[in-house]
């Protein structure tokens, strides 16, 4: 296919962290949670160890890592966070971030996540201004800088919106730095940070609400489904005979409920489209219908879907064609018919 519908956020989609606080304040088992979000797409897991009553502890994190093959992303929101950073295990592509309001040795952090293949980085707390930090980033070199959009050590924050001009400064001073950002991240927050270029966002509450995780994922990437048109099909699309009377065809449409039925030749392949818009153009230009059978009502050029084409693929169609169509017959090379979608719902389908 020549023509490329470019969707933003699908070039580079953002990796998503799954935060596990979200599983433990719902009491759900925590390895479970790790396997079920593994398999909806996320990148890693994010594991907050923190001042909070409500918290994960480090040594948990070691049992785990038997739950999955994924890179663990560990945000230590304590005050003191040396115990804990001795307390962890690190990994090939693991992530450790501690605060910059916390009491931290930078260079040991540094270290210890460089020896074992993992990345470090610098935490900062929704209040915390960008310029207060800006000489540790320079100093370090981190290699990310954790914002936060919410208060650190709980699930279930609103994002606040004001991250957005601290990550917009701190790209503009330091453009190479990856940007991870935690806290209140829906698919109306991550839309605005792709836009940013943040490379990592964590979410947990969100992922857990509504609709069914691998979905989620795709909104929070910025990756939207795309589904083969023959799952789209809801209910059994009406049909005809290439011979059927208009009393068949009155109530074929009827029964479909979509305001149109299919005509199929004597092998059961595709023949045309009858729309209820064609019996009124029929009647309005003094043919009466009745005479005629469904073959001669129908209209033989009506646009049609493979149904192994993609979603993505029919929206291009349908711009190249500069026409709406309610209705789209599916329809393969050798004229089987598969279905007729509506493209109300395909276009406002529920995902």
């Not at 925590?30 to 909070?52: C, F, N, P, Q, W």
């Not at 050590?153 to 940007?179: A, M, Q």
Request: proline share 3%; aromatic share 6%.
């Amino acid at each position: 296919m020549n023509n490329l519908i470019k969707v933003r956020g699908m070039d580079n989609p953002a990796t998503i962290s799954y935060s596990l606080l979200a599983a433990l304040v719902r009491h759900l088992p925590l390895d479970e949670s790790i396997r079920k979000m593994e398999a909806a797409g996320i990148g890693s897991v994010h594991y907050d160890i923190a001042d909070e009553l409500v918290t994960l502890a480090p040594e948990i994190s070691h049992e785990l890592r038997n739950s999955t093959s994924l890179a663990f992303d560990y945000h230590i929101a304590m005050k003191n966070p040396n115990i804990a950073l001795k307390n962890v295990s690190l990994k090939l592509n693991d992530y450790v971030c501690a605060h910059s309001e916390s009491n931290v040795d930078w260079r040991q952090i540094s270290s210890l996540a460089h020896s074992s293949g993992a990345y470090f980085g610098i935490g900062l707390n929704v209040a915390t201004e960008w310029l207060s930090v800006k000489d540790l980033v320079s100093l370090h070199k981190p290699d990310f800088v954790l914002v936060m959009a919410a208060e650190a050590g709980r699930s279930g924050g609103t994002f606040d919106y004001r991250t957005l001009e601290k990550i917009h400064n701190i790209k503009s001073e330091f453009p190479n730095l990856r940007i991870h950002v935690d806290g209140g991240i829906d698919d109306l927050a991550a839309a605005s940070l792709r836009g940013h270029g943040v490379d990592l966002l964590v979410s947990g509450s969100y992922l857990h609400s509504g609709n069914e995780a691998r979905e989620k994922v795709a909104y929070l990437q910025g990756v939207p489904d795309n589904p083969k048109l023959i799952e789209l099909l809801r209910n059994e699309s009406p049909s005809v005979r290439n011979d059927a009377s208009w009393e068949k065809v009155i109530e074929s449409i009827e029964s479909g409920h979509i305001g149109c039925t299919a005509v199929l030749d004597d092998n059961g392949k595709y023949a045309g489209l009858i729309t209820d818009h064609d019996i009124r153009v029929h009647i309005s230009e003094g043919v009466v219908p009745r005479s005629i059978a469904a073959i001669d009502l129908c209209n033989k050029k009506s646009f049609t879907a493979n149904p192994e084409e993609d979603y993505w693929t029919l929206m291009l169609k349908m711009q190249n064609n500069k026409a709406m169509f309610t209705v789209i017959p599916l329809v393969d090379e050798d004229f089987n018919f598969s279905g007729i979608i509506r493209t109300q719902d395909v276009l406002f389908r529920s995902i």
